[in-house]
Protein backbone atom coordinates (compact mmCIF):
# COMPACT_ATOMS: atom_id res chain seq x y z
CA UNK A 1 0.00 0.00 0.00
CA UNK A 2 1.86 3.03 -1.04
CA UNK A 3 1.53 5.92 0.59
CA UNK A 4 0.96 4.35 4.11
CA UNK A 5 3.42 3.89 6.81
CA UNK A 6 2.72 0.66 8.35
CA UNK A 7 5.09 0.71 11.68
CA UNK A 8 7.37 -2.45 12.09
CA UNK A 9 6.70 -4.95 15.14
CA UNK A 10 9.26 -5.44 17.40
CA UNK A 11 10.12 -9.37 18.35
CA UNK A 12 9.78 -7.70 22.22
CA UNK A 13 6.14 -7.17 21.65
CA UNK A 14 5.73 -9.11 25.05
CA UNK A 15 7.58 -5.99 26.96
CA UNK A 16 5.57 -3.47 25.44
CA UNK A 17 2.76 -3.51 27.89
CA UNK A 18 2.87 -4.64 32.00
CA UNK A 19 -0.24 -6.55 30.57
CA UNK A 20 1.77 -8.74 27.81
CA UNK A 21 4.42 -9.91 30.51
CA UNK A 22 1.30 -10.52 32.98
CA UNK A 23 -0.14 -12.76 29.99
CA UNK A 24 3.25 -14.39 29.25
CA UNK A 25 3.94 -15.15 33.05
CA UNK A 26 0.36 -16.70 32.99
CA UNK A 27 1.10 -18.29 29.55
CA UNK A 28 4.64 -19.79 30.88
CA UNK A 29 3.30 -21.28 34.06
CA UNK A 30 1.38 -23.64 31.99
CA UNK A 31 5.02 -25.75 30.95
CA UNK A 32 5.49 -25.99 34.42
CA UNK A 33 2.63 -27.85 34.89
CA UNK A 34 2.76 -29.92 31.93
CA UNK A 35 6.44 -30.57 33.90
CA UNK A 36 4.39 -31.71 36.71
CA UNK A 37 2.34 -33.73 35.05
CA UNK A 38 5.12 -35.55 33.08
CA UNK A 39 6.44 -36.51 36.52
CA UNK A 40 3.52 -37.78 37.96
CA UNK A 41 3.11 -40.12 34.72
CA UNK A 42 6.52 -41.09 35.36
CA UNK A 43 5.71 -41.79 38.58
CA UNK A 44 2.87 -44.12 38.27
CA UNK A 45 4.67 -45.98 35.30
CA UNK A 46 7.14 -46.49 38.20
CA UNK A 47 4.65 -47.78 40.53
CA UNK A 48 3.67 -50.44 37.84
CA UNK A 49 7.45 -51.38 37.61
CA UNK A 50 7.42 -52.87 41.48
CA UNK A 51 7.98 -52.41 44.51
CA UNK A 52 11.34 -51.48 43.79
CA UNK A 53 11.46 -49.18 41.47
CA UNK A 54 8.94 -47.30 43.00
CA UNK A 55 11.07 -46.60 46.42
CA UNK A 56 14.21 -45.73 43.95
CA UNK A 57 11.76 -43.57 41.95
CA UNK A 58 10.62 -41.66 45.30
CA UNK A 59 13.75 -41.36 46.88
CA UNK A 60 15.10 -39.67 44.10
CA UNK A 61 12.25 -37.32 44.31
CA UNK A 62 12.90 -36.34 47.69
CA UNK A 63 16.35 -34.93 46.90
CA UNK A 64 16.94 -31.32 47.10
CA UNK A 65 16.92 -30.68 43.56
CA UNK A 66 13.21 -32.42 42.73
CA UNK A 67 11.75 -30.71 45.94
CA UNK A 68 12.90 -27.06 44.74
CA UNK A 69 11.08 -28.40 41.36
CA UNK A 70 7.79 -29.18 42.89
CA UNK A 71 7.90 -26.11 45.22
CA UNK A 72 8.72 -24.35 41.48
CA UNK A 73 5.30 -25.94 40.12
CA UNK A 74 3.15 -25.42 42.77
CA UNK A 75 3.84 -21.81 43.21
CA UNK A 76 3.07 -21.75 39.11
CA UNK A 77 0.05 -24.23 38.87
CA UNK A 78 -1.26 -21.83 42.22
CA UNK A 79 -0.61 -18.55 39.66
CA UNK A 80 -2.21 -20.29 36.52
CA UNK A 81 -5.12 -20.94 38.75
CA UNK A 82 -5.79 -18.17 40.06
CA UNK A 83 -5.51 -15.74 37.14
CA UNK A 84 -8.22 -18.29 35.21
CA UNK A 85 -10.62 -18.04 38.44
CA UNK A 86 -9.95 -14.47 37.82
CA UNK A 87 -11.16 -14.60 34.13
CA UNK A 88 -14.28 -16.82 34.70
CA UNK A 89 -16.32 -14.22 35.49
CA UNK A 90 -15.73 -12.48 31.97
CA UNK A 91 -15.78 -15.67 30.18
CA UNK A 92 -19.09 -17.03 32.14
CA UNK A 93 -21.13 -14.35 33.53
CA UNK A 94 -24.09 -15.48 35.58
CA UNK A 95 -27.21 -13.34 35.49
CA UNK A 96 -29.98 -12.82 38.25
CA UNK A 97 -32.58 -11.61 35.69
CA UNK A 98 -31.19 -7.96 34.98
CA UNK A 99 -28.22 -8.05 37.21
CA UNK A 100 -24.82 -9.59 36.55
CA UNK A 101 -23.57 -11.53 39.61
CA UNK A 102 -20.63 -9.01 40.55
CA UNK A 103 -16.98 -10.37 39.56
CA UNK A 104 -15.20 -11.40 42.62
CA UNK A 105 -18.57 -13.19 43.78
CA UNK A 106 -18.69 -14.85 40.58
CA UNK A 107 -15.13 -15.90 40.67
CA UNK A 108 -16.00 -17.81 44.17
CA UNK A 109 -19.16 -19.17 42.95
CA UNK A 110 -17.92 -20.37 39.96
CA UNK A 111 -13.97 -20.80 40.99
CA UNK A 112 -12.64 -20.77 44.31
CA UNK A 113 -15.82 -22.48 45.64
CA UNK A 114 -16.36 -25.68 44.00
CA UNK A 115 -11.90 -26.06 43.72
CA UNK A 116 -11.87 -25.82 47.36
CA UNK A 117 -14.44 -28.50 47.88
CA UNK A 118 -13.07 -31.09 45.86
CA UNK A 119 -9.89 -30.09 47.68
CA UNK A 120 -11.33 -30.33 51.41
CA UNK A 121 -13.33 -33.89 49.84
CA UNK A 122 -9.70 -34.69 48.63
CA UNK A 123 -8.07 -33.73 51.69
CA UNK A 124 -10.51 -35.56 53.83
CA UNK A 125 -10.70 -38.99 51.58
CA UNK A 126 -6.72 -39.37 51.76
CA UNK A 127 -6.66 -38.86 55.63
CA UNK A 128 -9.61 -40.55 56.56
CA UNK B 1 -5.94 30.34 31.98
CA UNK B 2 -2.24 30.09 33.39
CA UNK B 3 -0.41 31.36 29.93
CA UNK B 4 2.71 31.42 31.60
CA UNK B 5 2.92 27.40 32.19
CA UNK B 6 3.72 25.46 29.42
CA UNK B 7 4.44 21.75 28.46
CA UNK B 8 5.59 19.89 25.95
CA UNK B 9 3.86 17.57 22.98
CA UNK B 10 6.00 15.43 21.30
CA UNK B 11 3.82 14.53 18.00
CA UNK B 12 3.85 11.97 15.55
CA UNK B 13 4.33 13.43 12.22
CA UNK B 14 4.23 11.48 8.37
CA UNK B 15 3.10 13.14 5.67
CA UNK B 16 3.11 10.49 2.77
CA UNK B 17 4.06 13.06 -0.09
CA UNK B 18 7.00 14.51 1.41
CA UNK B 19 8.38 11.84 3.96
CA UNK B 20 9.46 8.19 3.36
CA UNK B 21 9.62 7.84 7.00
CA UNK B 22 7.79 9.56 10.13
CA UNK B 23 8.98 12.13 12.48
CA UNK B 24 8.32 13.70 15.70
CA UNK B 25 7.74 17.09 16.44
CA UNK B 26 8.04 19.01 19.90
CA UNK B 27 5.26 21.49 20.47
CA UNK B 28 5.31 23.92 23.32
CA UNK B 29 1.56 24.24 24.41
CA UNK B 30 -0.11 26.49 27.11
CA UNK B 31 -0.50 24.58 30.37
CA UNK B 32 -4.12 24.71 31.45
CA UNK B 33 -5.63 22.36 34.23
CA UNK B 34 -8.83 22.14 32.04
CA UNK B 35 -7.27 20.93 28.75
CA UNK B 36 -7.64 17.50 27.64
CA UNK B 37 -4.61 16.22 25.01
CA UNK B 38 -7.52 17.07 22.36
CA UNK B 39 -7.34 20.55 23.12
CA UNK B 40 -3.41 20.80 23.11
CA UNK B 41 -3.70 19.29 19.13
CA UNK B 42 -6.50 21.82 18.57
CA UNK B 43 -4.11 24.32 20.01
CA UNK B 44 -1.23 23.51 17.98
CA UNK B 45 -3.23 23.22 14.58
CA UNK B 46 -5.03 26.36 15.14
CA UNK B 47 -1.80 28.32 16.23
CA UNK B 48 1.24 26.86 15.18
CA UNK B 49 0.79 24.39 12.37
CA UNK B 50 -2.23 24.17 10.39
CA UNK B 51 -0.76 21.10 8.95
CA UNK B 52 -0.92 18.67 11.40
CA UNK B 53 -3.38 16.19 10.82
CA UNK B 54 -5.79 14.08 13.66
CA UNK B 55 -9.61 13.05 14.06
CA UNK B 56 -11.57 14.32 16.41
CA UNK B 57 -15.43 15.35 16.74
CA UNK B 58 -17.76 15.16 19.92
CA UNK B 59 -14.75 16.11 22.37
CA UNK B 60 -17.10 14.01 25.11
CA UNK B 61 -16.37 10.50 24.42
CA UNK B 62 -18.68 9.32 22.01
CA UNK B 63 -17.93 9.57 18.49
CA UNK B 64 -15.08 7.45 19.07
CA UNK B 65 -12.71 9.44 15.97
CA UNK B 66 -9.93 10.62 18.66
CA UNK B 67 -7.79 7.75 19.60
CA UNK B 68 -4.67 7.79 19.52
CA UNK B 69 -1.44 6.73 21.80
CA UNK B 70 -0.73 8.99 24.34
CA UNK B 71 2.94 7.73 26.02
CA UNK B 72 2.68 4.44 24.97
CA UNK B 73 -1.28 3.96 25.70
CA UNK B 74 -3.88 3.90 23.71
CA UNK B 75 -6.19 6.86 24.47
CA UNK B 76 -9.60 9.01 23.60
CA UNK B 77 -7.69 12.47 23.54
CA UNK B 78 -10.61 13.87 24.45
CA UNK B 79 -10.58 12.13 27.68
CA UNK B 80 -7.32 12.14 29.05
CA UNK B 81 -6.69 15.72 30.84
CA UNK B 82 -2.80 17.28 30.53
CA UNK B 83 -2.68 17.66 34.24
CA UNK B 84 -2.38 13.78 34.53
CA UNK B 85 1.56 14.32 32.84
CA UNK B 86 2.14 17.67 33.65
CA UNK B 87 5.14 18.09 33.73
CA UNK B 88 6.40 15.41 31.96
CA UNK B 89 6.48 16.06 27.93
CA UNK B 90 3.45 13.65 26.14
CA UNK B 91 4.49 12.05 23.29
CA UNK B 92 1.25 11.81 20.98
CA UNK B 93 1.23 8.61 17.95
CA UNK B 94 -0.93 7.12 16.00
CA UNK B 95 -3.10 4.37 17.51
CA UNK B 96 -0.69 1.51 16.81
CA UNK B 97 -1.61 -1.96 14.62
CA UNK B 98 -2.80 0.10 12.18
CA UNK B 99 -1.55 1.89 8.94
CA UNK B 100 -0.57 5.38 9.10
CA UNK B 101 -2.26 7.84 6.32
CA UNK B 102 -1.29 10.73 7.81
CA UNK B 103 0.30 12.15 10.89
CA UNK B 104 -1.97 10.59 14.06
CA UNK B 105 -4.44 9.71 11.55
CA UNK B 106 -4.82 5.65 10.59
CA UNK B 107 -6.46 3.88 8.20
CA UNK B 108 -10.05 2.52 8.74
CA UNK B 109 -10.24 -0.32 5.83
CA UNK B 110 -9.35 -3.34 7.65
CA UNK B 111 -11.19 -1.97 10.82
CA UNK B 112 -14.11 -1.53 8.51
CA UNK B 113 -14.22 -4.59 6.41
CA UNK B 114 -14.40 -6.52 10.01
CA UNK B 115 -17.20 -5.04 11.17
CA UNK B 116 -19.25 -5.29 8.32
CA UNK B 117 -18.06 -9.45 8.56
CA UNK B 118 -19.86 -10.05 11.54
CA UNK B 119 -23.21 -8.75 9.94
CA UNK B 120 -23.62 -6.38 12.92
CA UNK B 121 -27.82 -5.79 12.81
CA UNK B 122 -30.57 -7.94 13.35
CA UNK B 123 -31.35 -10.74 11.01
CA UNK B 124 -34.44 -12.52 11.56
CA UNK B 125 -36.69 -14.58 8.36
CA UNK B 126 -39.63 -12.59 9.41
CA UNK B 127 -38.36 -9.27 8.85
CA UNK B 128 -41.11 -8.17 6.22
CA UNK B 129 -44.20 -9.51 8.37
CA UNK B 130 -44.85 -6.79 10.92
CA UNK B 131 -48.24 -8.03 11.82
CA UNK B 132 -46.85 -9.56 14.93
CA UNK B 133 -46.42 -5.90 16.79
CA UNK B 134 -42.77 -5.43 17.62
CA UNK B 135 -40.12 -7.57 18.67
CA UNK B 136 -40.56 -7.84 22.24
CA UNK B 137 -37.93 -7.89 24.94
CA UNK B 138 -37.87 -8.24 28.46
CA UNK B 139 -35.05 -6.38 30.59
CA UNK B 140 -33.76 -9.20 31.54
CA UNK B 141 -32.74 -9.94 27.64
CA UNK B 142 -31.70 -6.55 27.06
CA UNK B 143 -29.10 -6.91 30.07
CA UNK B 144 -27.32 -10.26 27.79
CA UNK B 145 -25.89 -7.89 25.47
CA UNK B 146 -26.16 -4.32 26.59
CA UNK B 147 -22.38 -3.94 27.73
CA UNK B 148 -21.64 -5.11 24.49
CA UNK B 149 -23.52 -2.48 22.28
CA UNK B 150 -22.13 0.42 24.29
CA UNK B 151 -18.78 0.34 21.73
CA UNK B 152 -17.96 3.80 20.54
CA UNK B 153 -15.90 2.00 17.62
CA UNK B 154 -12.66 3.70 18.92
CA UNK B 155 -10.30 1.02 18.04
CA UNK B 156 -8.40 1.62 21.20
CA UNK B 157 -8.66 -2.25 21.75
CA UNK B 158 -7.26 -2.59 18.63
CA UNK B 159 -3.77 -0.58 19.44
CA UNK B 160 -3.76 -2.59 22.77
CA UNK B 161 -4.10 -5.72 21.26
CA UNK B 162 -0.59 -8.28 20.31
CA UNK B 163 -2.89 -10.73 18.41
CA UNK B 164 -4.51 -7.85 16.19
CA UNK B 165 -1.20 -6.17 15.04
CA UNK B 166 0.18 -9.83 13.83
CA UNK B 167 -2.70 -11.62 12.61
CA UNK B 168 -4.55 -10.18 9.74
CA UNK B 169 -7.14 -12.59 9.77
CA UNK B 170 -7.70 -12.25 13.05
CA UNK B 171 -10.99 -10.18 13.59
CA UNK B 172 -9.91 -8.44 16.48
CA UNK B 173 -11.63 -7.52 20.01
CA UNK B 174 -14.07 -4.81 18.75
CA UNK B 175 -15.78 -6.56 15.88
CA UNK B 176 -15.89 -9.87 17.55
CA UNK B 177 -17.49 -8.65 20.51
CA UNK B 178 -19.78 -5.99 18.06
CA UNK B 179 -21.17 -10.31 16.81
CA UNK B 180 -21.38 -11.62 20.20
CA UNK B 181 -23.89 -8.93 21.01
CA UNK B 182 -26.22 -9.77 18.14
CA UNK B 183 -25.78 -13.30 18.95
CA UNK B 184 -26.95 -12.78 22.31
CA UNK B 185 -29.96 -10.45 21.24
CA UNK B 186 -33.07 -12.22 22.14
CA UNK B 187 -34.38 -10.71 18.83
CA UNK B 188 -31.84 -11.61 16.37
CA UNK B 189 -32.01 -15.00 14.58
CA UNK B 190 -28.49 -14.68 12.86
CA UNK B 191 -25.58 -16.78 14.84
CA UNK B 192 -25.59 -19.35 12.55
CA UNK B 193 -24.66 -17.21 9.61
CA UNK B 194 -22.22 -14.88 11.93
CA UNK B 195 -21.02 -18.09 13.26
CA UNK B 196 -20.10 -19.04 9.50
CA UNK B 197 -17.62 -16.01 9.39
CA UNK B 198 -16.28 -15.94 13.36
CA UNK B 199 -15.23 -19.62 13.45
CA UNK B 200 -13.15 -19.71 10.24
CA UNK B 201 -9.68 -19.88 10.44
CA UNK B 202 -7.41 -17.41 13.38
CA UNK B 203 -10.94 -15.01 12.81
CA UNK B 204 -12.10 -15.74 16.69
CA UNK B 205 -9.24 -18.84 17.76
CA UNK B 206 -6.43 -16.17 16.86
CA UNK B 207 -7.46 -14.72 20.37
CA UNK B 208 -5.18 -15.78 23.41
CA UNK B 209 -6.75 -13.68 25.78
CA UNK B 210 -4.10 -11.31 27.04
CA UNK B 211 -7.05 -9.10 27.81
CA UNK B 212 -5.51 -5.72 27.49
CA UNK B 213 -8.74 -5.11 25.12
CA UNK B 214 -10.53 -4.79 28.20
CA UNK B 215 -7.99 -2.55 29.86
CA UNK B 216 -8.27 -0.02 28.09
CA UNK B 217 -11.78 0.44 26.75
CA UNK B 218 -13.12 3.59 27.13
CA UNK B 219 -17.00 2.10 27.43
CA UNK B 220 -16.42 -0.47 29.78
CA UNK B 221 -17.40 -3.03 26.84
CA UNK B 222 -14.98 -5.93 27.69
CA UNK B 223 -14.23 -7.28 24.70
CA UNK B 224 -11.93 -10.18 26.09
CA UNK B 225 -15.40 -11.37 27.90
CA UNK B 226 -17.41 -11.40 24.86
CA UNK B 227 -14.91 -13.40 23.10
CA UNK B 228 -14.39 -16.12 25.62
CA UNK B 229 -18.39 -16.23 25.40
CA UNK B 230 -18.64 -16.15 21.97
CA UNK B 231 -15.72 -19.12 21.60
CA UNK B 232 -17.89 -21.13 24.29
CA UNK B 233 -20.59 -20.97 21.90
CA UNK B 234 -18.61 -21.45 18.75
CA UNK B 235 -16.65 -24.76 20.13
CA UNK B 236 -19.89 -26.20 21.05
CA UNK B 237 -21.32 -25.12 17.37
CA UNK B 238 -17.93 -26.20 15.85
CA UNK B 239 -18.37 -29.99 17.62
CA UNK B 240 -22.45 -30.22 16.54
CA UNK B 241 -20.96 -29.59 12.95
CA UNK B 242 -18.49 -32.11 13.26
CA UNK B 243 -20.66 -34.76 13.93
CA UNK B 244 -23.88 -33.55 12.13
CA UNK B 245 -21.98 -31.66 8.71
CA UNK B 246 -24.41 -29.23 7.40
CA UNK B 247 -27.06 -30.77 5.05
CA UNK B 248 -27.20 -33.77 6.72
CA UNK B 249 -30.46 -33.57 7.74
CA UNK B 250 -30.11 -33.15 11.92
S1 LIG C 1 -14.75 -2.35 22.30
FE1 LIG C 1 -14.21 -0.51 23.54
S2 LIG C 1 -12.08 -0.06 22.90
FE2 LIG C 1 -12.93 -1.42 21.35
S3 LIG C 1 -13.72 -0.08 19.74
FE3 LIG C 1 -15.44 -0.52 21.15
S4 LIG C 1 -15.43 1.15 22.65
FE4 LIG C 1 -13.45 1.20 21.61
S1 LIG D 1 -13.70 13.47 20.05
FE1 LIG D 1 -15.36 12.06 20.05
S2 LIG D 1 -14.64 10.48 21.36
FE2 LIG D 1 -13.08 11.97 21.51
Partial sequence: MSGRYHRPHGWAWFLERPGYIRFMVRELTSFFVAGYLIVLLVTLGRLGGGEAAFAEWLNALSGPGWMLAHVVALIAAVWHSITWFGAVPQAMP?????????APLAAV????????TVTAVIVWW??? | MSTELTMTLEVFR??????????????????????VVLDALNWIKDHVDGSLTHRWSCRMGVCGSCGMMVNGDPKLTCAVFLKDYYPRPIKV???????VERDLVVSLDGFMDKLEAVKPYIIRGDVNDTSGGEYLQSPAELAQYKQYSMCINCMLCYAACPVAGHEDEFLGPAALALGHRYNKDSRDQGQAERLDVMLVGEAIWGCTFVGECTVVC???????????????VGAQEFF???????GAGV
Fill in chain 1, 94 to 102: MYLGEKKLP
Fill in chain 1, 109 to 116: VMGYGPWL
Fill in chain 1, 126 to 128: VLR
Fill in chain 2, 14 to 35: YHPETDSEPRFQAYEVPYDEDW
Fill in chain 2, 93 to 99: EPLVNFP
Fill in chain 2, 218 to 232: PKHVDPAGAIQQAKA
Fill in chain 2, 240 to 246: KRFVAPK
